[in-house]
């Protein structure tokens, strides 16, 4: 079925999530529901300290008592190293690094013992002079984090990872010279927690052979089937098998991009136990012992010419690493995204150091650096646009990116609905009659970019689907990709439904065996829609074909003419001409010599990896959107309320509208606490909120009614035209409403969460300046 | 030493013997397998572990179990009818998107049904204020109170 101006029967429609029925009525099993027989708990011991030596540690005790069946410190297990940097081991031996470090594990037959028995575990620790300050980490003299890490020309001794984070196009000093207007700002952005309501756990269990079963909650399954393959090279199973299982997934976010300390652990007790150890977070532990979103101190300088048109856009961060390496690290490689090729501007240079110290280290979350590169630009290009006496609308429309476009890191944007976006915004927020009240009342706006096609981070970007179709017309979809709540499954339905020509309620989707589903490289960079639906619609073409190849037979027409149209085979020439699916299926296999009506399709996107220089085109085709935003500043108390938001998306093709709302309202209101009200406090290295009492997430009654705009470009690589929509709804919440705070009472908020004490702080200098 | 309860629990009386410092939540997940129920939180913060008690809602995470004796519990899995059917509610969150990852979806639901079996026509304000003690981190809400609006009629 082609041509999108066809009536389609399941793309586009607001089909319910397939697996909501089992969610609403309490059957679905979470990986805090499952249980095995034999089944023992696991508990982890954490430092009480952000930076010690382990002077010793004795677990006779805690051996001893009874239900404890394995215990495990650094000093007994094989050497284990992880993480990208492959700076982190499951259990320090030598010395802790953070307050989040693993010192011991215990698993036991109930998890009240296990709890007891880390009670019974002693260590001596000598503690160490700390850091918590990324900047005086930098300095030379500054305490080691990591002794023998060494970095720069000279391989001096350092706490500054040697990463390459630097990106260049034109000639950025000339630029700025030639600016008849620069801006020059300091951002700041903190820790702030994925918040999944189910919390992290895991199952490993060995078989009689050694080979290792996880049951997880990844949103990488086959990536880390590779890292438990490691690890269990590393413990002398070197040619044993993984299988990982997931079960249903309270919610990812980013969280489970990687592999996690508690992971490896787990595997250790069940291979020391020869049971099989379930460990699951708690929700304290899940605060401070899983990875938040990367914090960034943003220096920025951008520039434009009379007319307001961008200059150049020059970028210094420094990036608060923690003690051990994950992929916060990684999202300067993302950050480049919207540094060049968010508006058009021809000279870039972006430079970013990633420093060690004794905090929390941050992982993938939502939108990967996207969020805090564009909360430092976009809010920019309205200081900017002040400064040169243009209407930040006007200063965004001169600027906005264009189908055909080539930007400075060499993306190839084809589809671009960024104009529109932009226009339906200052519509609907009437931004003419609304802008420059200064009354208490403001609007704003920013934009986004962000991959919407894929992402080539790996050598690989691609997912593999086999599809089979029994003798009754059910049409079984195995897909390597994650589906963690937000309709992946249903969306691979509905496109197979559509190319097929049968209805969603034919199609199975299985996603959560590695032992059965092909290889897919993961939950990430909202690549789920446009590479797993490529690769479900090109295997669903393929039993097509063989399927009209059957019955060309039997209908006596070439298969050129035929189709198949809600579970009938028809000729496109005489309509009466028809066979029911199932019969055509049966008279394929069930004779002599037959065949199975089966395919299988691996779709790799036709995207680049990033070269020496960070420039390619990391993606097929690129998601636009602009949120604008209507807030009221009550001057007494420095609250900040929502009276309006809007976002506007260029989807390419929405094939469940419904299910991308969805995707808009979370991630928007994910982005509106970021914006005002949500920070992983930690003082001195210790996460002092760990808990959702002190931890703001928004509830039922502060979201605002966000409306939503779908803008369909119709991009010719996306399955029926669709572009990722996962992250985009949290990349521009926080400069759209800083723009608007601006336009309300005149104060640049430069530094996240807009909280009321620090909007009355604002306040207070403006009218009092020092 | 363990003591005896006898209750009412999603229309059918039970009578056991447990510990007496078990909390709902522990009674409900691994004394009697009605996993349906979660724990977000531990601290009846978060909803996940919402049950209803004679009607009303409490978090079943800090709730004892032994003040259960006398008094009816409604579970999630006690919302489908004895045939099986989908309790309305249920059917409006499928239909209107209200589910993702689904793991507040147990309390959410059932938090609906208290609002609404109290307040049958309530206002947007008012069910946003009948949820607002459970937490979501994936829809954002909007679909969740859309549902809702939808059951009420309205």
Redesign the interface.
Same mark, same amino acid.
């Given at each position: 079925m082609g041509g999108f101006m066809e009536e389609f029967v399941n793309v586009g429609k607001?089909i319910?999530?397939l697996?909501?029925?089992?969610?609403?009525?309490?059957?679905?099993?979470?990986i805090?529901?499952l249980k095995v027989p034999g089944m023992l708990h696991g508990k982890i011991l954490y430092s009480p300290y952000p930076h010690a030596k382990i002077v010793s540690m004795d677990t006779s005790k805690a051996e001893k008592l009874p239900g404890v069946k394995a215990v495990l410190t650094g000093y007994n297990i094989p050497p284990i190293k992880f993480g990208v940097y492959k700076d982190n081991v499951p259990l320090k031996a030598k010395k802790v690094c953070s307050m989040r470090d693993e010192v011991a594990a215990v698993a036991a037959t109930d998890p009240d013992i296990a709890e007891e028995a880390l009670n019974l575990i002693k260590v001596e620790y000598e503690i160490l002079p700390a850091l918590f300050d990324p900047e005086e980490a930098m300095k030379e003299g500054a305490p080691l984090i990591h002794e023998e890490h060494v970095g720069g020309k000279e391989k001096k001794p350092t706490n500054v990872l040697n990463l390459p984070w630097r990106l260049v196009a034109g000639d950025v000093e000339e630029a700025r010279k030639s600016s008849a207007y620069v801006a020059e700002d300091r951002f700041k952005v903190t820790w702030v927690a994925? =918040? =999944?309501?189910?919390?992290s756990g895991c199952l490993a269990q060995f078989d009689m052979k050694n080979n290792l079963t996880m049951y997880s909650i990844t949103q990488i399954p086959s990536l880390a089937q590779r890292d438990y393959m490691e690890a269990l090279a590393a413990m002398g199973l070197k040619d044993k098998k993984v299988r990982v299982i997931k079960t249903?997934?309270?919610?990812?976010?980013g969280s489970k991009l990687d592999t996690y300390a508690f992971e490896y652990i787990a595997i250790l007790l069940a291979h020391k136990a020869r049971k099989p150890v379930k460990i699951l977070f708690?929700?304290e532990e899940e605060f401070f012992a899983t990875s938040p979103r990367q914090p960034a101190i943003i220096d920025i300088a951008q520039g434009c010419a009379k007319d307001g048109t961008l200059t150049f856009r020059d970028i210094r961060m420094i990036l608060d690493n923690g003690a051990y390496t994950s992929w916060g690290a990684t999202t300067p490689s993302v950050m480049m995204m919207p540094i060049s090729s968010l508006y058009k501007v021809p000279n870039v240079r972006y430079v970013a150091k990633c420093v060690y110290t004794n905090n929390t280290y941050s992982q993938a979350m939502r939108g990967y650096g996207n969020p805090q590169a564009t909360f430092a630009i976009d809010s920019q290009i309205d200081i900017l646009a002040e400064m040169a006496g243009i209407d930040p609308l006007d200063f965004r429309m001169r600027n906005a990116n264009t189908p055909g476009e080539v930007t400075p890191q060499n993306f190839k944007i084809n589809t671009c609905g960024l104009r529109e976006c932009i226009d339906v915004v200052a519509q609907k927020l009437d931004w003419r009659q609304n802008r420059g009240r200064r009354d208490g009342r403001g609007i704003g706006m920013a934009s986004m970019i962000h991959v919407g096609g894929g992402a080539r981070v790996y050598k690989s970007d691609g997912c593999g689907t086999i599809i089979k179709v029994d003798d009754f017309g059910t049409v079984n979809v195995i897909t390597g990709a994650t589906d963690?709540?937000?309709?992946s499954e249903t969306v691979i339905a509905q496109i197979v439904a559509e190319e097929l020509g049968v209805r969603i309620e034919d199609v199975v989707v299985t996603h959560t065996d590695t032992d059965i589903c092909p290889w897919d490289v993961g939950a990430h960079a909202s690549r789920t829609t446009f590479v797993a639906g490529n690769s479900a619609k090109g295997a669903a073409k393929k039993v097509k074909d063989q399927l009209l190849e059957v019955a060309a037979k039997s209908l006596g027409e070439s298969p050129e003419n035929l189709d198949i149209r809600d579970r009938t085979v028809f000729s496109k020439k005489d309509p009466e001409k028809k066979s029911p699916l199932g019969k055509v299926l049966r008279a394929a296999h069930y004779t002599a010599g037959g065949s199975m009506v089966m395919a299988e399709n691996f779709y790799d996107p036709a995207n680049e990896n990033l070269d020496r220089e960070f420039k390619g085109n990391l993606s097929v085709t690129y998601a636009y959107g602009t949120h604008g935003v209507e807030v009221e500043v009550d001057k007494e108390t420095g609250q900040v309320e929502i009276l309006k938001y809007i976002a506007a998306h260029d989807v390419g093709k929405a094939i469940n509208p419904?299910?991308l709302?969805?995707q808009v309202?979370?991630?928007?209101?994910?982005g509106i606490g970021y914006a005002l009200t949500e920070r992983l406090i930690l003082k001195d290295g210790e996460v002092m909120n760990p808990?959702?009492?002190d931890y703001k997430?928004?509830?039922?009654?502060d979201?605002p009614?966000?409306e939503t705009v779908v803008i369909e470009t119709n991009d010719p690589f996306g399955p029926f035209g669709a572009k990722g929509i996962g992250e985009p709804g949290s990349v521009p919440t926080a400069p759209a409403i800083a723009n608007a705070i601006y336009d309300a009472v005149g104060v640049r908020m430069k530094d996240l969460p807009i909280t009321p004490e620090k909007v009355l702080a604002a306040l207070k200098e403006k009218a009092n300046p020092k | 030493m363990k003591r005896t309860i006898s209750f009412t629990l999603n229309g059918e009386p039970i009578e056991l013997e447990m510990e007496p410092h078990l909390t709902l939540l522990q009674l409900l997940r691994e004394g009697l397998g009605l996993t349906g129920t979660k724990e977000g939180c531990g601290m009846g913060e978060c909803g996940a572990c919402t049950v209803l008690l004679d009607g009303k809602t409490v978090n079943s995470c800090i709730f004892p179990a032994m003040e259960a004796d006398g008094k009816s519990v409604t579970t999630i899995e006690g919302l489908t009818d004895v045939q099986g059917n989908l309790h309305p509610i249920q059917k409006a969150f499928i239909e209107y998107g209200a589910v993702q990852c689904g793991f507040c979806t147990p309390g959410m639901v059932l938090s609906a049904k208290a609002l609404l079996d109290e307040n049958p026509k309530p206002t947007e304000e008012e069910i946003r204020g009948g949820i607002a003690g459970n937490l979501c981190r994936c829809t954002g809400y909007l679909q969740i109170v859309q549902a809702i609006k939808a059951v009420s009629g309205q």
């Open positions: 607001r319910p999530k697996d909501a029925e089992e969610k609403v009525t309490g059957k679905a099993i979470y805090h529901d994925h =918040c =999944c309501l189910g919390t249903v997934i309270g919610g990812g976010f708690s929700r963690m709540g937000q309709g419904m299910l709302e969805g309202y979370g991630g928007a209101t994910m808990n959702f009492l997430m928004l509830t039922a009654k979201v009614n966000i | -």
